[in-house]
């Protein structure tokens, strides 16, 4: 039960500090390719469409 909570908080923060990472790096700049990166993962569903919503208002200014 202790390994499999380990690894379960492992996961979770190892993917927390992957998506920070990306997002710092390659979202101001290439934030409709990172979208696009993201667009076969259901489990980044959401976070592609909130980044959709923040790539257009990258667009019109």
Not at 42 to 51: A, C, E, F, N, Y
């Amino acid at each position: 039960f202790f390994f499999f909570f380990f690894f379960f908080f492992f996961f979770f923060f190892f993917f927390f500090f992957f998506f920070f990472f990306f997002f710092f790096f390659f979202f101001d700049a290439e934030c409709c390719v990172f979208i696009f990166k993201l667009k076969g993962s259901d489990v980044l569903q959401l976070k592609r469409q909130i980044g959709n919503i923040e790539c257009e208002k990258f667009q019109s200014t």
